[in-house]
């Protein structure tokens, strides 16, 4: 049998003059030698799978094979007799089940590419660069990869197992996993069954965790969410702190540029200084209900660690806090110009009390950067930053996600065009922060820490779920420093967006009363 090969760019075309079947798709240099090293390590593979793997609610074997780079689809694989697809890990990893017969049937086409380069479906072979079985490495998730196992025994572990379209193979699977966990001393605590998703909430000592890591059935295994902040903090009554000491007269100024400020809020007025308002024409200092937004970064900027303080019972302010009202954060359109606001609420602030250091926690939506000149409010920062000697910190900007797929998409889409910075986080001269995740429990995962409903999309340290992402001009690096902010939970059926319990901690997160803050 002949072949003859046309190159088309990367791809070669084959064409069998006896069948007269098209393929596209790179061809191996030396097809048999490409047979007969993919013969020896499917050998290989099911001598491990047979010693090293345990448990499934069936005897195949679970096979993993690694794509050649210029697959970014998987083959039909299931088109052999035996052989089952069960996932597509990424773009390079396809896992399937195999019987004993599907393998054999996979090994005589590999030894018929050996013995005379050619077989029966030859481009499922030509796209296998490898062999090898789920290893625990491979099922140890993302946090249990950082924090490692747990030292004190029992610990709580989620596990996920491969999905089933099937209903019946669902169940069968589930079942079998749950009579096997039993009978090695693994308590199952919860369980979700759906078809693209079944994971078992387990409790187990480390010898269970390590045979957990080696069980065909396992897709990952990983902590569960450990981190969120606690209804009981939120419920403090800001008015048993002791009374807050106003800062020495020579302390530092930062200033915030914000939607304004709660002047009279009990963690705050001892260290404000001023507030002023720079929009027409009202030129109201306030804050505005229902967000707080500006009192609640003026807390961030005074305190830092707010979570800490409550938790020491302690806020002593080491700055003097300034405020300038530069937008609304009621969802009004702003007739002025914000550079205009800002530019005025810098001056003065300035001139008037040597403020040096600004925050401006804004991001303006409809300018993510093209990748072309700086403009807008970046080029005023840029601008007020070399005339007056000040700094500007501000955010990378959230991003508005598309959460329906976030769970599956998430770091991902954060690399995506529209995922990049905001006006004005691209000015040059500014330090321009990204959001680092810390919480991953949400409120009703710390309320029913037994059940698996709710899904963190980033584990503590990991990018904010809805951070953005730089270069900014000339490559510039961007952002220049990351600091913790929220995170996103879904629930795992449905998908619905868990906000309770991952956020930041600030002064307008608790409970006031009988007091005015105006």
Request: proline residues 6%; contains cysteine; aromatic residues 8%.
């Amino acid at each position: 049998m002949t072949y003859e090969h046309l190159r088309l760019g990367r791809e070669t075309l084959s064409t069998d003059l006896h069948s007269k079947k098209r393929y596209f798709g790179p061809i191996p240099a030396d097809p048999r030698e490409h047979g007969a090293t993919l013969g020896q390590r499917l050998r290989e593979f099911r001598q491990r799978a047979t010693t090293q793997d345990i448990g499934g609610f069936d005897d195949r074997k679970l096979l993993k094979i690694r794509l050649c780079a210029d697959f970014k689809s998987a083959p039909k694989f299931d088109s052999i007799p035996g052989v089952e697809i069960v996932s597509q890990e990424d773009e390079s990893i396809v896992l399937t089940f195999a019987t004993k017969e599907g393998l054999s049937k996979f090994e005589s086409r590999l030894t018929e590419l050996a013995r005379t380069g050619v077989a029966t479906r030859k481009e499922l072979l030509y796209a296998i660069e490898d062999f090898d079985h789920w290893t625990p490495q491979d099922r140890t998730g993302a946090a249990l990869r950082d924090q490692e196992l747990p030292t004190i025994e029992p610990f709580v572990l989620d596990v996920e197992l491969w999905p089933q379209e099937q209903q019946n193979k669902r169940q069968t699977m589930l079942s079998s996993f749950l009579d096997w966990s039993r009978d090695h001393g693994i308590e199952r605590m919860d369980d979700i069954r759906q078809p693209s998703l079944v994971m078992v909430r387990v409790r187990c000592n480390r010898i269970g965790a390590e045979q957990l890591l080696r069980h065909r059935d396992v897709r990952t295994v990983d902590l569960p969410p450990r981190l969120g902040v606690a209804v009981e903090l939120l419920h403090t009554d800001i008015h048993q702190f002791p009374q807050i000491a106003p800062p020495a007269d020579d302390a530092p100024a930062i200033a915030v540029l914000d939607s304004g400020l709660t002047r009279g809020h009990p963690l705050l007025g001892a260290a404000v200084g001023d507030a002023q308002g720079c929009l027409a024409p009202h030129r109201s200092p306030d804050d505005s209900a229902p967000h707080w937004h500006g009192t609640f970064v003026g807390g961030l900027a005074l305190y830092g660690d707010v979570h800490a303080c409550v938790q020491q019972r302690k806020f002593v302010p080491q700055l003097r806090l300034f405020s300038g009202k530069v937008f609304e954060d009621d969802g009004r359109d702003q007739t002025g110009f914000v550079e205009n606001a800002i530019g005025e609420a810098v001056r003065d602030l300035h001139d008037q009390y040597g403020c040096r250091v600004f925050n401006l926690s804004y991001g303006d939506l409809n300018k993510v950067y093209d990748g072309r000149h700086v403009r807008g409010l970046a080029y005023t920062l840029d601008r007020l930053t070399r005339e007056l000697g000040v700094l500007f910190v501000v955010p990378t900007g959230n991003f508005d996600a598309d959460f329906a797929d976030a769970r599956t998409a998430y770091p991902n889409y954060l690399l995506t065009p529209g995922a990049r910075l905001l006006d004005p986080a691209t000015a040059l001269n500014v330090l321009t922060v990204g959001g680092l995740s810390m919480n991953e429990a949400s409120r009703d995962a710390q309320r029913y820490p037994d059940k698996i409903e709710d899904c963190p999309l980033a584990r503590t340290n990991q990018p904010f779920p809805l951070t953005r992402c730089g270069p900014s001009i000339n490559h510039a690096i961007k952002p220049d420093v990351v600091e913790h902010a929220g995170n996103v939970a879904l629930t795992r059926i449905g998908g619905r967006l868990r906000h309770a319990g991952l956020g930041v901690v600030g002064p307008s997160s608790f409970r006031v009363e009988h007091n005015n803050l105006m």
